[in-house]
C-alpha cells in the first residue's frame, strides 16, 4: 500500500501512525494474519518511514491477509476508518517482485525554504555539488554520528521561481528538489540543509516545510519508479 501523511497530520510520529493504522484495520474489518507465538502481532511491514514532521505522498507498507480481499475495496475501507491527513493512495496484491524494503532504493524531496533568497541557494546548491565529501553530525539512537551528506545525494536543483508558491514580493521564498540514495546511515533532507551551512553557510531563518514526493526503485536515467508497479503489471523488479 501507498499512504499520505499531510497537513497537520505530517507530525504524527510512526509510532503513532502505526497505532491508528491498526484501530483503522479493526474498524475496517480487515482479515488481517497474525505471527505465531505467545504475543501474536498484526502482519504489518513498514518501509522507509518518513521523518516526524515532514509530509509525504509516498509511504510504504505491507499487510498480510488470512484470505484474499479486492485490493481497491480494501484502500477504500482503510482510508475511510483513517483521520483525513493519513490517506490511503494505493493498494495492490503483492506478486513475485521482492519485498517493499528491496524495492525502496531513492527518495525524492521537495524543501520549502520561506525567506530564502533563490539566487542565495543557487549558490549554495553549487557549492555543495562540487564538493566531493560534505561531513554533517546528527544524533541517532546510537548517539551523535558523523557522515558523508554529499555522496548519497543524486541530484540536488533549485526550482525556478515560476514554480514556488506565491507569496508576498517582499519575503522571498526557494525551493529545493532532492533525489537522495537510499544509504547506511540515511541521508535525510535536515542531513542536506546541514551540508549547506557547511559549505556555504546556508541558513534557514525560518523552519523548512519539507514533502517527500516519490520513493521507489532508481533507474539508469535517475527516474524513481513507484514499487507497487512491478506488483500492478505483474512483472517482476528486475525486469524493469
Same mark, same amino acid.
Given at each position: 500500500?501507498?499512504?499520505?501523511?499531510?497537513?497537520?497530520?505530517? %507530525?504524527?510520529?510512526?509510532?503513532? %501512525?502505526?497505532? #491508528? %493504522?491498526?484501530?483503522?484495520?479493526?474498524?475496517?474489518?480487515?482479515? *488481517?494474519?497474525?505471527?505465531?507465538? %505467545?504475543?501474536?502481532?498484526?502482519?504489518?511491514?513498514?518501509?522507509?518511514?518518513?521523518?516526524?514532521?515532514? #509530509?509525504?505522498?509516498?509511504?510504504?507498507?505491507?499487510?498480510?491477509?488470512?484470505?484474499?480481499?479486492?485490493?481497491?475495496?480494501?484502500?477504500?475501507?482503510?482510508?475511510?476508518?483513517?483521520?483525513?491527513?493519513?490517506?490511503?493512495?494505493?493498494?495492490?496484491?503483492?506478486?513475485?517482485?521482492?519485498?517493499?524494503? !528491496?524495492?525502496?532504493?531513492?527518495?525524492?524531496?521537495?524543501?520549502?525554504?520561506?525567506?530564502?533568497?533563490?539566487? #542565495?541557494?543557487?549558490?549554495?546548491?553549487?557549492?555543495?555539488?562540487?564538493?566531493?565529501? *560534505?561531513?554533517?553530525?546528527?544524533?541517532?539512537?546510537?548517539?551523535?554520528?558523523?557522515?558523508? #551528506?554529499?555522496?548519497?545525494?543524486?541530484?540536488? /536543483?533549485?526550482?525556478?521561481?515560476?514554480?514556488?508558491?506565491?507569496?508576498?514580493?517582499?519575503?522571498?521564498?526557494?525551493?529545493?528538489?532532492?533525489?537522495?540514495?537510499?544509504?547506511?546511515?540515511?541521508?535525510?533532507?535536515?542531513?542536506?540543509?546541514?551540508?549547506?551551512?557547511?559549505?556555504?553557510?546556508?541558513?534557514?531563518?525560518?523552519?523548512?516545510?519539507?514533502?517527500?514526493?516519490?520513493?521507489?526503485?532508481?533507474?539508469?536515467?535517475?527516474?524513481?519508479? !513507484?514499487?507497487? !508497479?512491478? /506488483?500492478?503489471?505483474?512483472?517482476?523488479?528486475?525486469?524493469?
Amino acid at each position: 500500500m501507498r499512504y499520505a501523511k499531510r497537513g497537520p497530520l505530517r %507530525f504524527t510520529s510512526h509510532r503513532d %501512525f502505526a497505532r #491508528a %493504522f491498526e484501530r483503522a484495520l479493526r474498524r475496517a474489518g480487515v482479515p *488481517i494474519a497474525f505471527s505465531q507465538g %505467545f504475543t501474536p502481532h498484526p502482519k504489518i511491514s513498514y518501509a522507509s518511514a518518513a521523518p516526524t514532521g515532514v #509530509a509525504s505522498e509516498a509511504e510504504y507498507l505491507e499487510i498480510g491477509l488470512r484470505e484474499p480481499v479486492d485490493p481497491e475495496q480494501l484502500r477504500i475501507a482503510l482510508d475511510a476508518a483513517l483521520s483525513p491527513g493519513l490517506d490511503v493512495l494505493d493498494a495492490v496484491e503483492a506478486g513475485g517482485g521482492g519485498g517493499l524494503a !528491496d524495492r525502496i532504493e531513492a527518495s525524492r524531496w521537495r524543501i520549502e525554504l520561506p525567506e530564502v533568497d533563490p539566487a #542565495a541557494l543557487q549558490r549554495a546548491v553549487a557549492d555543495f555539488t562540487a564538493a566531493e565529501e *560534505i561531513q554533517v553530525e546528527r544524533m541517532t539512537k546510537q548517539g551523535r554520528r558523523t557522515f558523508d #551528506a554529499r555522496g548519497a545525494v543524486i541530484s540536488i /536543483d533549485v526550482l525556478p521561481s515560476s514554480e514556488t508558491p506565491s507569496r508576498a514580493a517582499a519575503v522571498p521564498c526557494a525551493i529545493l528538489e532532492v533525489v537522495v540514495r537510499q544509504v547506511t546511515p540515511s541521508v535525510r533532507p535536515d542531513d542536506v540543509l546541514s551540508g549547506l551551512r557547511v559549505v556555504a553557510d546556508l541558513e534557514p531563518p525560518v523552519a523548512p516545510k519539507v514533502i517527500r514526493l516519490e520513493q521507489g526503485t532508481l533507474t539508469a536515467q535517475g527516474e524513481i519508479v !513507484d514499487p507497487l !508497479d512491478a /506488483d500492478r503489471d505483474g512483472a517482476a523488479i528486475g525486469e524493469r
